[in-house]
């Protein structure tokens, strides 16, 4: 424990922080499409009041993992869990739905390696990275094979 105390009331706190304080920060994440940097400064978020709570200062020495002396799950994994939940809603809904067949449609075109006029020219920079990019990351698998 290296001379940290930990408070009586943590679990209560952290329980409360789960509700109110993961549930605002996460408002609507299953939508994202997050940067590196986004995603270190939502960790960097979630491991600075699980310090917090558990009343360990920065000068202290605390070589175990904070999750686990807490409990608590990754926020990028909370998100990655968000929208492969999602996409299963989307996948189960009807043939007919918009969302649906608009989902269909990114899925075949990533598919096939959508190739659009000749005439047309790729913006300058980084190619954006898309929600279907990031749900086929999380999993490892070509999003053709998700939606089958």
Same mark, same amino acid.
């Given at each position: 424990m290296s001379g940290v105390v930990v408070n009586s009331a943590c679990p209560r706190k952290l329980r409360i922080c789960n509700c109110c304080i993961l549930a605002l /920060? +996460?408002? =609507?994440?299953?939508?994202?499409? $997050? +940067?590196? &940097?986004? @995603?270190?400064?939502?960790?960097?978020?979630? /491991?600075?009041?699980? /310090?917090? $709570? /558990?009343? $360990? @200062?920065?000068?202290?020495? %605390?070589?175990?993992? %904070?999750? &686990? @002396? !807490? =409990?608590?799950?990754? %926020?990028?994994?909370?998100?990655?869990?968000r929208r492969h939940a999602l996409f299963g809603h989307i996948r189960r809904l009807p043939p007919d739905t918009p969302a649906r067949k608009v989902l269909h449609m990114a899925v075949q075109m990533q598919h096939q390696s959508f190739r659009p006029d000749i005439t047309w020219l790729r913006p300058p920079g980084r190619p954006r990275s898309t929600w279907l990019q990031q749900l !086929?990351?999380?999993? =490892?698998i070509s999003a053709n094979r998700l939606w089958d």
């Open positions: /920060l +996460l408002y =609507g994440s299953e939508g994202w499409t $997050i +940067l590196k &940097a986004d @995603r270190q400064k939502l960790q960097s978020f979630n /491991l600075r009041y699980q /310090l917090r $709570i /558990l009343g $360990i @200062r920065w000068f202290d020495f %605390v070589n175990d993992d %904070v999750s &686990a @002396r !807490t =409990g608590l799950t990754d %926020v990028h994994s909370i998100i990655s869990q !086929t990351d999380d999993i =490892g």
